[in-house]
DNA sequence: CCGCTGAATTCAATCACTGAACTCTTTGCT
DNA sequence: AGCAAAGAGTTCAGTGATTGAATTCAGCGG
């Protein structure tokens, strides 16, 4: 619905992924959900896109069962939105869009992020496996770090938050500070 | 380049990939080019998108190096878009996205097609890895076909000459009769 | 009472996508 | 030679989506 008309060759289940997920935007807010951003504002500050934007985007996720909204506070009515199940199987997708994006287009001091299998410390493969356990890792299982090609210095409070090691998943520290 | 601006937060490698590859049809085309498609008239065919966005589509991805170019016939000269190296390194991102469409919106018959292990003919998982021999499967040793729940008589002649199982990457055959 | 915050919606301008028509080159047919 | 067809595009007007700024609205804090 998003976008005009449903992409044709709709018998092939990418077509119908694409249609709910391929738009501008939308990937990225699920990757931030991933990364335990919560809050409109969060996601605002951090993608720096249209409010009109975010308002359709996170609509449709959680019409489509990808997110959810959760109330945090009653009084002016707050909602977060958080990564359903539907949506956290979309990690093995995600990750691996990020790893080739990483290999083929990362800077030339390294990788921006790391993830790695909490517990072991194993850098995960484009799989979203850990080499050493020869197991697939669930994103409440992974750990997220900046690597060496990371910015030092983010100028939004979102991406300084991120850059401390933290397990994916795991809502940011409200409020944020520094 | 290819949409306007580009995204923020360019400090994950996931919007550098969107950048490129995230852009309305982009990765259908990417994921017809798995299955063998190589000429502009069969993608036309088989996605039924504007001429005008296959040809911008084509040329964003040749010059990123996803597909190339490759001459087959010179005295009206041909072209046909294969991938490259860079290019099949999309597939595991590709196969999680068609896995994880498949599994949540896929049609109550069935899958609508199967991916398996060539020579072992386990299915994938989502991962894009064979559960029985416990290995990372290439693309060049996926063999594709239709599940229960395909169209069984598509009105295009792409979407015909893929109902018989192949090998990704395969070319189709030309000229496409029946 | 006043200003602030979080979560939106509205609006004009811009940009992208759509679908149809057109171009150009070579080849096959008569 | 003349004509139609195929393959791979380009052009163009109309529509739809995205952008960025401004506005709304409710409740809270002092």
Redesign the interface.
Known sequence: MP?GKD???Q????????E??????T??IV?DAFYGVRRYNDFLV????PRAVLSARLRTLTEN?VLETVRYQASPPRDEYQLTA?GR??W???H???????????SEKG???DFLHAGCGTRLD????CPAC?T?VPPEDVEMRPGPG??RA?ADAV?RALLRPRMLLEPLPQPLNA
Chains 1, 2 share one sequence.
């Not at 018998?11 to 694409?18: G, I, K, M, P, W």
């Not at 484009?126 to 496996?129: C, D, T, W």
């Open positions: 976008l992409y044709a060759a018998s092939c289940s990418l077509a119908r992924t694409l709910l997920v391929g738009e501008r935007w990937l990225l990757r951090h993608l720096a896109l069962g539907k199987e979309l093995p997708a995600v691996a869009l990020a790893v080739w994006g990483e290999q083929h287009h990362g990788s921006r992020r484009q799989a979203g496996r020869e697939g990371a910015d983010p991406s």
